[in-house]
Each structure stands twice: as structure tokens, then as C-alpha cells.
């Protein structure tokens, strides 16, 4: 599968974005999903998650409350909306896939094999 990220960009603190990932290739709706970011001299880490089928979701607590992921898999999309931003938002996301045939939810970087090329967010205060 080939996943391309969009929606990206420069805003102040307090502002929105919402994040595209387009998926192409295979049946999206066997994919578990995943958002990542990584920020300047830091590892990259898990922002939020999706099962594949189903409204479950997983947040690292720095983004409960002001994130959300869904997904759309008629479209074979998947959306970060992402409100009240912070400074320590700023980093490139990462879009990733996990082919499943279980309907889990992955947090790890090393449970997706398929990965995007990432789209900057730069958060100004």
C-alpha cells in the first residue's frame, strides 16, 4: 500500500489542522492505522491510532482532548484533526499502516510496515 500524507503547515498556537493520509493499492479496510510524529533531535513517537474496522482509538497523553483520528474506508482515508495546538506539536507526521487480520489497535513504530513520507507542522506561539 501506498500511503501520502497531506494537510501540513505553518500555524499559530491555538489554531487547527487536520491531517489527510490517502491510502492506494490494497483493501484499506485491512489495514490498522496509525499517526507518529517526529520533532527536531527526538525519536519519533505515537500520536494516535486506529483499528482497522470501528470506532476504537488510542491517544498518547500529550494529545487526549485536542486530537482525533478517523477514518474514512470507502475513501481509504485517514484524518488527524488536531486542535488547540502547541509549540511542542511542531514535527513531521507520519502516516502508518499495519495489514491485520485481527482487529487490534498498534501503538509501537515497529508494528506498521507501511509508512508515508511524512508533511511538516510547524506550530508558532
Known amino acids: 500500500v501506498q500511503l501520502v500524507e497531506s494537510g501540513g503547515g505553518l500555524v499559530q498556537a491555538g489554531g487547527s489542522l487536520r491531517l489527510s493520509c490517502a491510502a492506494s493499492?490494497?483493501?484499506?479496510?485491512?489495514?490498522?492505522m496509525g499517526w507518529f510524529r517526529q520533532a527536531p533531535g527526538k525519536d519519533r513517537e505515537i500520536v494516535a491510532a486506529?483499528?482497522?474496522?470501528?470506532?476504537?482509538?488510542y491517544y498518547a497523553d500529550s494529545v487526549k482532548g485536542r486530537f482525533t483520528i478517523s477514518r474514512d474506508n470507502a475513501k481509504k482515508v485517514v484524518y488527524l484533526q488536531m486542535n488547540s495546538l502547541k509549540p511542542e506539536d511542531t514535527g513531521v507526521y507520519f502516516c502508518?499502516?499495519?495489514?491485520?487480520?485481527?482487529?487490534?489497535?498498534?501503538?509501537?513504530?515497529?508494528?506498521?510496515?507501511?509508512w508515508g513520507h511524512g508533511t511538516q507542522v510547524t506550530v508558532t506561539s
Open positions: 493499492g490494497h483493501p484499506f479496510s485491512g489495514f490498522a
Open positions: 486506529i483499528r482497522r474496522i470501528g470506532e476504537n482509538t
Open positions: 502508518a499502516g499495519r495489514w491485520t487480520i485481527s482487529n487490534g489497535i498498534y501503538v509501537q513504530g515497529e508494528d506498521y510496515a507501511y
